[in-house]
């Protein structure tokens, strides 16, 4: 499922990071990698909050749809 519709406090797994070969280096240069770790902290207008790798990480609607989760 894309990380649209991840939960607010729920642990999840990168599975797939799609999209153009810009956009999928751009996200995993942020370490949103397959098989990383990440946490949704929080959804604000639209853009989201999240834990990944250590650090906290805010990226928008578009990105966060790329991203695919388990």
């Known amino acids: 499922m894309p990380l649209l519709m991840a939960s607010i406090g729920t642990q999840y797994t990168v599975k797939n990071v799609?999209?153009?070969?810009s956009t999928r280096?751009?996200?995993?240069?942020l370490g949103?990698?397959?098989g990383a770790e990440i946490i949704v902290?929080?959804?604000?207008n639209g853009?989201?909050?999240v834990n990944?790798?250590?650090?906290?990480?805010?990226i928008?609607?578009?990105?966060a749809s790329k991203i695919l989760i388990a």
């Open 18 to 21: 799609t999209g153009n070969d």
């Open 25 to 29: 280096h751009h996200l995993q240069s």
């Open 32 to 34: 949103f990698t397959d």
């Open 41 to 44: 902290v929080a959804q604000m």
């Open 47 to 49: 853009s989201f909050i």
């Open 52 to 58: 990944v790798r250590q650090s906290r990480i805010a």
């Open 60 to 63: 928008d609607r578009r990105m």
